[in-house]
């Protein structure tokens, strides 16, 4: 028997259709539920910061957005795309072609170079940019052949999105990457963010408990245990230069 699901009417312009989506994680006995009837929609080329204090559920929206995990029940779909009800195969091929990954620790291969590094993603991908390219949309031309013991934390970083975005992916996911940096470094990682959203027109989420990186957004996300509990739309974006925290 062939299995039917409701169908979804995604408006053009509209990346990401969230509805009713809740995750519950079971440990032994105890029930923890991370995501409790969330509903938001993202739209194609917005910058979103996501905020939250720890345990508010942004780092599990930011995974089910980004197809590493699945909602227990909701809907969401990416355009046309049900995630919901994507196989593991799906969702691989939807990881690989359409999105881009930026954690607070950079992941980097400490025996390859920027270039090496970068040049893993473009090995894989369909469309994807030089890694020298890459490097130079992030300020890292200089760089190209050094390691990374031999660069800065903010330099690093730096690799790992010039590594995120060299496969022009649709949409770019960070979370806390500005997390283990000191205020000036992190806002230059903000700006490469910035310069990549204005760019290439990628749909940018940033997730952070940061509420000084808010400013910078197109739309500001709050969310307390599981839920949204507002969404505020900043009608004068503030350069990341500007930023204070």
């Known amino acids: ?14 990346s990401f259709r969230v509805r009713e989506l809740t995750k519950t994680y079971r440990m032994g006995e ?24 720890s345990g508010s ?27 919901t009800h994507a196989s593991d195969a799906e969702l691989t091929y939807f990881r690989r072609d359409c999105v881009g990954f930026i954690f607070q620790f950079y992941n ?27 490097l130079e949309r992030v300020g890292l031309s200089n760089r190209l052949d050094h390691f990374p013991a031999q ?6 970083q730096r690799v790992a999105i010039a590594r995120a975005i060299a496969k022009r992916p ?3 996911l960070c979370d806390e990457p500005t997390g283990a940096l000191d205020y000036k470094t992190g806002k ?17 989420v940033v997730i952070t408990h940061n509420a000084g990186i808010a400013a910078m957004a197109d739309r ?21 230069d500007e930023l204070e925290w």
């Open 188 to 204: 230059l990682v903000l700006e490469a963010l910035a310069q990549v959203n204005r760019e290439l027109g990628t749909t940018t």
């Open 57 to 83: 559920g942004k780092s599990t929206l930011l995974n089910i957005l980004g197809g590493l995990d699945s909602p227990t029940s909701g809907t969401i779909f990416f355009h046309t795309r049900d995630l």
């Open 151 to 156: 660069m800065s934390g903010g330099e690093q």
């Open 30 to 53: 105890v029930e923890v539920r991370a995501l409790q009837s969330v509903s938001l929609d993202l739209y194609d080329g917005e910058f979103v910061v996501i905020l939250g204090p």
């Open 108 to 134: 980097l291969i400490p025996s390859l170079t920027a270039r090496e590094n970068v040049a893993l993603v473009t090995e894989i991908a369909r469309y994807a940019m030089r890694p020298e390219e890459a």
């Open 1 to 14: 028997m062939v299995k039917s699901y409701p169908q979804i009417t995604v408006p053009s312009g509209v």
């Open 220 to 240: 500001v996300i709050t969310m307390r245990s599981g839920e949204i509990v507002r969404i505020q739309q900043n009608d004068q974006k503030v350069s990341p």
């Open 170 to 172: 649709e949409v770019l």
